[in-house]
């Protein structure tokens, strides 16, 4: 059993950013995948991007690629999801979750086992 819990999230300017923490307790993340996923109001719950258990190996959604970034901190048990850039169409409820998805599955919500609560970001003048 995996225990996810993201932080970080807040009411933050256009232009602005935002780190976002993914803590984990019960296993190491290590040996997972830990994606990132979003939902905004009124929308379906959207891949952004997913760190591979494999070294140095990510993916993310055009949308956001060249804006967010994603990193571990193995020593922490925590993944993080830098967000640069924001703007309006990135307000959303952003949760992590863990798993060992296919590659071909990995942006996939169904692939991932275990999900955190959710935390909450609003871009806004």
């Known amino acids: 059993q995996v225990q996810l819990v993201e932080s970080g999230g807040g009411l933050v300017q256009p232009g602005g950013s935002l780190r976002l923490s993914c803590a984990a307790s019960?296993?190491?993340?290590?040996?997972?995948?830990v994606g990132w996923f979003r939902q905004a109001p009124g929308k379906e719950r959207e891949f952004v991007g997913v760190s591979r258990r494999s070294a140095n190996t990510y993916y993310y959604a055009d949308s956001v690629k060249g804006r967010f970034s994603i990193s571990r901190d193995n020593t922490k048990n925590t993944v993080y999801l830098q967000m640069t850039g924001l703007n309006h169409e990135d307000t959303a409820l952003y949760y992590c979750?863990?798993?060992?998805?296919?590659?071909?599955?990995?942006?996939?919500?169904?692939?991932?086992?275990?999900w955190g609560q959710g935390t909450p970001v609003t871009v806004s003048s």
């Open positions: 019960g296993r190491t993340l290590r040996d997972y995948a």
């Open positions: 979750a863990a798993g060992q998805p296919i590659l071909s599955a990995i942006r996939t919500e169904a692939a991932y086992r275990w």
